[in-house]
């Protein structure tokens, strides 16, 4: 029984972990990217730079990379290279791999 509960463990260490990291970095994204007419550019480097954060936490090192080149776009004023950078981080966060659900999880 011990083992199971190790396991188990484990497994919604992991899944909080992802949470912290990953799912919190995508809702950054998403509130600063449809967000991003009424932010200064100064709050949009500092989001995208934490995201990058999280993503290299997580050992995203692409999308982490891609995030904080962004970061450093809306820094220069370059909008454009910001979007394209921005998005691309996102298509590769999109291809990171995820947590198993379980399809019978037992709850106490």
Known sequence: MEISR???RDEVLMRIKYV???VMARELCLLVRTNRAVLEPEDVKEVCSYISGLCKEEGCLEPSELCR???EAIGSNDEEKY???CAQSCVKC???KRPLQKKNAYVA
């Open 83 to 85: 979007l394209e950078l």
């Open 20 to 22: 912290k990291t990953c």
């Open 69 to 71: 080149k962004a970061a």
């Open 94 to 96: 999109g291809e990171a």
């Open 6 to 8: 190790k396991k188990l």
